[in-house]
């Protein structure tokens, strides 16, 4: 996956909006955000998982419709929701880690997703566990119209029993997730992660038809977001070592 030259320009603005914002440790900082550049850039994909071909060839062996709409029922708790899947956390000891394997299996990483992933609000798990994961809508937590602000959406997860999730929640499901159907796009609900150049991120795990990515989203509190977009929560289990997980295991 070679750079492209707006990626070059995006480690331009992130080096000098890091000098500009912090005077003391910004060459750290630099070196950071050009290393995970470089591993997005040049790691092999011997083993590459998540080109259209793959994922095509999976959906095909498993018969995997694509995603169609739904109708929506309202939600009145999280109780109303049944598990969608469960994921390992903390199986990387650092960033640069993660996302070599990401690169390693071909799953595309937007600038904004590597900016926020390159925080240090991002952060991950130093215990191996297990997490169950959780699906809804916007409009199945109740909300009519066309959009609703990420605060409001956010407020009406938690009150209804949802927890935001982990931010290293979004790159553990990409990699564990292969199967995803065509033209799905999952807000992970999280915490947004301020960039250097000071944007409010959230992130996405998606299929758009050219394979699977991992990208960043505008995550400021007041923005609308569409009714129908799905987003993904947490739902609590008991610490599990994740060495007995299956990571191919259905969720």
Same mark, same amino acid.
């Given at each position: 996956?070679?750079? =492209?030259?707006?990626?070059?320009?995006?480690? *331009?603005?992130? %080096?000098?909006?890091?000098?500009?914002?912090?005077?003391?440790?910004?060459?750290?900082? &630099?070196?950071?955000?050009?290393?995970?550049?470089?591993?997005? *850039?040049? &790691?092999?994909?011997?083993?590459?998982?998540?080109? &259209?071909?793959?994922?095509?060839?999976?959906?095909?062996?498993?018969?995997?419709?694509?995603?169609?709409?739904?109708?929506?029922?309202?939600?009145?708790?999280?109780?109303?929701?049944?598990?969608?899947?469960?994921?390992?956390?903390?199986?990387?000891?650092?960033?640069?880690?993660?996302?070599?394997?990401?690169?390693?299996?071909?799953?595309?990483?937007?600038?904004?997703?590597?900016?926020?992933? &390159?925080?240090?609000?991002?952060?991950?798990?130093?215990?191996?566990?297990? %997490?169950?994961?959780? =699906?809804?809508? *916007?409009?199945?937590?109740?909300?009519?119209?066309?959009?609703?602000?990420?605060?409001?959406?956010?407020?009406?997860?938690?009150?209804?029993?949802?927890?935001?999730?982990?931010?290293?929640?979004?790159?553990?499901?990409?990699?564990?997730?292969?199967?995803?159907?065509?033209?799905?796009?999952?807000?992970?609900?999280?915490?947004?992660?301020? =960039?250097?150049?000071?944007?409010?991120?959230?992130?996405?795990?998606?299929?758009?038809? *050219?394979?699977?990515?991992?990208?960043?989203?505008?995550?400021?509190?007041?923005?609308?977001?569409?009714?129908?977009?799905?987003?993904?929560?947490?739902?609590?289990?008991? =610490?599990?070592?994740?060495?007995?997980?299956?990571?191919?295991?259905?969720?």
């Amino acid at each position: 996956m070679a750079a =492209t030259s707006g990626e070059t320009d995006h480690v *331009a603005r992130e %080096v000098s909006a890091a000098n500009s914002h912090c005077s003391v440790g910004w060459k750290v900082v &630099a070196r950071l955000v050009l290393c995970i550049m470089c591993v997005l *850039a040049s &790691a092999k994909h011997a083993h590459a998982q998540c080109s &259209a071909r793959d994922v095509l060839q999976r959906q095909l062996t498993h018969k995997i419709m694509p995603t169609v709409p739904r109708q929506w029922s309202t939600v009145t708790s999280v109780s109303d929701v049944a598990r969608w899947k469960t994921i390992a956390i903390g199986t990387f000891p650092d960033v640069i880690t993660l996302l070599a394997a990401l690169s390693a299996s071909g799953c595309g990483v937007g600038d904004s997703a590597a900016a926020a992933i &390159a925080r240090p609000a991002f952060t991950l798990s130093g215990v191996r566990t297990v %997490v169950a994961l959780l =699906t809804v809508s *916007a409009a199945e937590l109740g909300f009519k119209g066309e959009t609703a602000s990420l605060r409001q959406i956010y407020e009406r997860a938690q009150q209804l029993g949802f927890e935001l999730a982990p931010p290293e929640i979004a790159p553990q499901l990409r990699l564990q997730y292969l199967d995803q159907p065509v033209g799905e796009f999952l807000v992970v609900g999280m915490k947004p992660i301020r =960039t250097w150049t000071g944007e409010e991120v959230i992130l996405t795990v998606a299929n758009g038809g *050219a394979g699977l990515i991992l990208i960043g989203q505008d995550g400021r509190a007041d923005l609308g977001i569409p009714v129908g977009s799905r987003f993904v929560f947490v739902r609590s289990l008991p =610490t599990t070592p994740a060495a007995s997980f299956d990571r191919d295991a259905p969720g």
